[in-house]
């Protein structure tokens, strides 16, 4: 009889043992990690030398390097690109955008890390802020150093960027960046530094955030549109119409205007001086285009501070839209989009000011 007990007592024990890993399991968010390569990929043949190759391991190899994440959450893995982010394009954007809303219209997905590369992420960034619509966590994480190199700061990034996708705190954030402990909101996201693992910045508007020891807290929210609330949709988007970024200086004249709009481009963002000043024959040129459709957007080249509507530059004169604290990176990214539903320049100029 007793032995019978016991037997009974170890199969209840058993029995309660594997519910509680499966409860645990089932309570565990699960985390999507999609790679497209970039230095957080990258290989070199020196722990202390900077030639690497970019994109050059898969995205098991590079979680591998992580085996706390799966503490954190149930972890899946896909390598969508596998390029430097100087390569990034306009098809690969279609593609993450379209595959990451896929994934987050299914229940059992709880959010998204996209692993890229730190050359073109504030773009991506910007893009995935304007065309993903869900309210769960899209969170891009890059490294300043590759995986061989002596404190390659990739996998404490990788492990803080799934500690804020599998955050409840999280949700409704907006598309994000974690890096080297902070959390940054794609609405104001810049590369500020060519060398420097603290290199991203919300230069204007400041952190959303940070992640410290295995949690996120946050200082701010952002006040623009953004993700569910966003009016893009590329569902139905093969392409993008073409936007160029053309640079003001001293002497500028209107030979890049005129290159970029005969190899087609349906928009113009200027880099300008100040306040989004430019040449008087720079502004002609523009001017001329515009009233041949062309849509034109102000931006600078100083990293702080906005680009006011009418300050210097009769915007309505003109049919020109003003980027506000928009960079013109990311504005040319906005205007791309809003190509796909405009050419009024009052509208474009409504979304430059709600985004």
Not at 3 to 24: E, M, Q, Y
Not at 99 to 112: A, C, F, K, T
Not at 152 to 167: E, K, L, Q, S, T
Not at 175 to 204: C, E, H, S, W, Y
Request: charged residues 20%; glycine residues 8%; proline residues 3%.
């Amino acid at each position: 009889m007793k032995t019978k007990r016991v037997s009974k007592l170890f199969g209840i024990l058993a029995v309660t043992f594997c519910l509680s890993i499966s409860l645990n399991a089932q309570t565990k968010p699960t985390i999507y990690i999609l790679a497209t390569g970039g230095t957080i990929a990258g290989q070199g043949s020196s722990e202390v030398e900077s030639d690497y190759k970019a994109g050059a391991i898969s995205v098991d190899q590079m979680l591998a390097a992580v085996p706390q994440i799966r503490d954190l959450a149930t972890i899946r893995g896909e390598q969508v690109a596998q390029i430097g982010s100087q390569d990034m394009n306009d098809e690969v954007w279609l593609k993450l955008g379209k595959r990451v809303n896929e994934l987050l219209r299914q229940d059992n997905v709880d959010g998204i890390v996209i692993t890229h590369g730190t050359d073109t992420q504030e773009e991506t960034a910007y893009f995935l802020n304007l065309v993903v619509k869900s309210n769960k966590p899209v969170v891009l994480v890059g490294s300043m150093r590759p995986s061989t190199a002596i404190s390659a700061d990739g996998p404490r990034n990788i492990y803080n960027a799934v500690v804020c996708a599998a955050a409840k705190e999280s949700h409704g954030k907006g598309v994000m960046l974690v890096m080297d402990d902070m959390i940054l909101g794609a609405d104001d996201l810049a590369k500020t530094n060519t060398l420097r693992v603290g290199t991203f910045q919300n230069p204007n508007y400041g952190p959303l955030g940070m992640v410290y020891d295995s949690k996120v807290f946050y200082t701010r929210e952002s006040v623009k549109r953004h993700t569910v609330n966003s009016e893009f949709d590329i569902t139905n988007l093969s392409s993008l119409p073409r936007v160029e970024i053309i640079l003001s200086y001293s002497n500028a004249t209107a030979l890049f205007v005129d290159a970029a709009v005969k190899a087609g481009a349906k928009g113009i963002v200027t880099a300008g001086v100040g306040n989004g000043n430019m040449t008087t024959v720079m502004q002609n040129e523009l001017a001329k285009y515009r009233q041949q459709g062309i849509a034109v957007v102000r931006s600078s080249r100083i990293m702080t501070g906005p680009t006011a509507q009418w300050d210097e530059v009769d915007d309505d004169k003109y049919g020109f839209a003003a980027s506000w604290y928009i960079n013109p990176y990311r504005s040319r990214v906005l205007l791309m989009l809003a190509l796909t539903k405009t050419n009024d320049y009052k509208e474009i100029q409504r979304m430059f000011t709600e985004y």
